[in-house]
């Protein structure tokens, strides 16, 4: 298009024109071009970001799919175990004695020394032998092979993010230490299976038994209530507005109101509820049946704005026939037109769940953000969310944790797509042209 | 029992449509003409039992734990709170809740214990009143509704006015949560500015928001001049703009004009992407990532940055931004009629030409919109800033500082305890009155103009 200059201009007049068009037609293309370069490094820029950000959380949470284990051979002492009292039992002085077979150097009995050994094994491993035990009682007396978690630092030295060349006094462990562990691994007592414990356990303070099963179970019930709550209100709400409602003034008062809710900051809704749902009616911190509803509140613009879009989708002709043949106004509606705007209402509440999926700031200011050892029973209890629990972890010191915190990020992202891909399917299959 | 009572209403409400279902059917079979369909008697008297049971039930779940809590207080010993704070009298009722819950630390008090016995009783009155009632207006309602069916009743039309009154209801409900805001925000803010004096909140220049926790500690008294906080926010929204506008608009002008179809449509849902992130995400991220990178670079080049700057900050938060304005000028550029782009073509402009002197400053009303739109975002944005920006106020534009924001400031005021008495938890609440009115002005402005815009070339 840009070449249009005539060629047959000929002798008239505008011949020195056309000559200047010419000359400055490089320099206008060139111009074009640059302004092109711009657009594509700018492209170029956000999608390296993009990946950017993805492969940080790869490279850094890839080691946390994985946990370092040491297998034991535990003779289940009946002096240290009383049959009639079974918690109570000496459980680290076995994995001790056991741990000590190994280092016949080290003085077991003496417990300053038994501990530099026994630090290699996580807290969690008396736990874990202590509940085997309760569990069948018949063990007492017999030697079992356990296979427990290594602590966080000799994980990290297992997975090479301790590295042994690095000077003793900046490592997080000394020459000795990394000996012992090394005698551990030669005898083959080391492994690194993958890490159910992320989805299997509740959190903990320590990185190497910490897990995600609290605030998956907090997120889905925060979710549901959400769902339960936003959707049929929200429905309702569309409906209304798209069919029913008078063209006047409240009508306009709604709609703005509307679009102005969408874009308050989460922040203010977290304000909202603790003041009103915690301050005035007393509902229960940290539930997640608060942080449902909550996320309600936000989530409710999104399903009206959405469901208004899909009502409008729907041709008149087909309101004009349901009309024609004697249905009233509300049997056009729920029988006719709302059923054929479904697929687009379920897509936009799909949309509208993934975002209160990953909302973190509201659950942060009701309080969802306490450290919960155990994963919550019903929307009443205390509990965590996934994206609060990420904001937890970004938040300890332990090294542990960090690559724990993408592992973390992953299962959300996971989970997102996951809901998108779902909603994306929705449309493609149900999505009708008139 | 909740759930005992929610079966209940259920039955009741089954119950409900089929027996008037039935008698408006055995009407019709003693040859008598209905003025409405069975399945409408049955509606309207379904509707009619569900509806007041249900909004029975969620009003006594909001209220019962206020009322229980009134009435224990109540059968507290006289005297128990003379000469204590409120903190102190949560304390007492909280651990009389504990007690009540089973779990028992050392030996409380015997008045405690029977207290604690008290409000398991009341809890028990209050379940079985639940139950009690809901069964007693679920059958009133229910003998009601029966009471209706007859040939000539207008059953549709009353079943009708019901579904009519509920959505009604539902499209109110987002006008309710704005009151709901709006004075949720505004009591505690009025609290707040009967302690702190409003022009030392707006126009002082240090915020330390710490108070001493008993009478005789010596600590600062607090100062709550909330100027510093602002300039934070502002700084890490300048420095997010600076990143998101330009590579925003850019990449809109290239997809909107040059870029080859199938390179427009893999790319735009691409960039989508990074508008669902979860914030959360992106504020690990500029810890994880961002905030190293930039302090390298500047010990390369030898200067010293602070470990949380407002850099690493507000450039995430810019990523976070480029999709929105790309799609929001990406679209302002496509409600540009095709005519004065054919038009610009014609006279000889190049496509560059074409989109910088005709396009775009056609466009501009609705990019402004979006930006604005952008801004409001960055200045309620939460999870980054909490993460990646710093804590302490400090009166400063260096980018390379670290500098707090008001969204920080309201997060970290509020998690933790929250006693609704001391200024340091109700500064929050004031501060996100600041942010929803400064927000609210922007989007109203914002979305004033992108319609207005709209409307000129529709």
Known sequence: ?434 | MVLSAFLLLLGATLLAYFLNRKAAISIRAGGTQLHSLESFHGLFAALSVLVPVLAGILIWLVLRGSAVDWFLLQSLPEGTFDGLDSGASQLIVAEIKSIAGGRVFGTPDPWKTEAAERLLRYNEIADWAMVALVAISAAVLLWFARSTVGAQFRARQSAERIVLGLMMFCATAAIFVTIGIVFALTFETIKFFQIVPFTEFLFGTSWEPQIPIREDQVAAEGAFGAVPVFLGTIVISTVALLVAVPVGLMSAIYLNEFAPHRLRSAVKPVLEILAGVPTVVYGFFAVLTVAPAIRQFAATIGVDVAPNTALAAGSVMGVMLIPFISSFADDALSAVPRSLRDGALALGATRGEMMLNVLFPAAIPGIVGGVLLAVSRAIGETMIVVMAAGLIAKMTINPLDSVTAVTVQIVTLLIGDTSFDNPKTLSAFALGMMLFLATLFINIFALRIVRKYREIYD
């Open chain 1, 1 to 434: 298009m840009t070449d249009t200059t005539p060629e047959t201009s000929g002798p008239n007049p505008s011949h020195s024109t056309t000559e200047m068009v010419r000359q400055s037609l490089a320099r206008r293309n060139r111009k074009q071009v640059v302004l092109q370069g711009f657009g594509v490094a700018a492209i170029a820029f956000a999608l390296s970001m993009l990946v950017i950000l993805v492969g940080s959380l790869v490279t850094s949470g890839y080691p946390a799919l994985t946990q370092t284990h040491v297998a034991l051979e535990v003779f289940v002492d009946p002096e240290e175990v009383d049959p009639d009292n079974l918690p109570g039992g000496g459980y680290d002085e076995m994995l001790a004695a056991s741990l000590g077979s190994y280092f016949p150097d080290v003085d077991m009995s003496d417990r300053a020394s038994a501990r530099t050994v026994t630090k290699i094994l996580s807290n969690g491993a008396q736990l874990q032998l202590r509940e085997q035990v309760i569990e069948t009682p018949s063990l007492i007396g017999e030697t079992i092979t356990i296979t427990v978690p290594a602590a966080d630092n000799y994980d990290q030295l297992n997975k090479g993010l301790i590295q042994r060349a690095t000077p003793e006094e900046n490592r997080r462990l000394n020459d000795a230490e990394i000996a012992r562990f090394d005698t551990l691994d030669a005898a083959g007592a080391i492994s690194t299976p993958l890490n159910t414990a992320l989805i299997t356990s509740a959190d903990s303070r320590f990185p190497e038994l910490a897990g995600l099963k609290g605030a998956i179970i907090g997120s889905f019930w925060a979710l549901l209530t959400c769902f339960l709550i936003s959707f049929p209100i929200g429905i309702g709400a569309a409906i209304y507005l798209e069919e029913f409602a008078p063209k006047n003034r409240l009508s306009d008062i709604i709609e703005i109101n509307i679009n102005n809710l969408a874009a308050v900051p989460s922040v203010v809704f977290g304000l909202l509820a603790l003041a009103v749902f915690l301050g005035w009616f007393g509902m229960p911190r940290s539930a997640p049946l608060v942080g449902g509803m909550t996320l309600a509140l936000m989530t409710l613009p999104t399903i009206i704005i959405a469901t208004r879009a899909a009502l409008k989708a729907v041709p008149p002709s087909i309101r004009e026939a349901a009309l024609g043949v004697g249905a009233s106004k509300q049997q056009v509606v729920f029988h006719h037109v709302l059923p054929l705007a479904m697929p687009g209402i379920l897509t936009g509440t799909i949309i509208g769940l993934a975002q209160a999926l990953g909302e973190t700031a509201p659950l942060l200011l009701i309080g969802m953000n306490a450290f919960i050892t155990s994963a919550p029973t019903g929307p009443f209890d205390s509990a965590t969310a996934l994206p609060t629990q990420i904001f937890i972890w970004a938040d300890s010191p332990e090294r542990g944790f960090v690559s724990r915190t993408s592992a973390a990020i992953l299962v959300l992202l996971t989970f997102l797509i996951t809901m998108n891909a779902i909603a994306i399917y929705l449309r493609q299959k149900f999505e009708r042209k008139w």
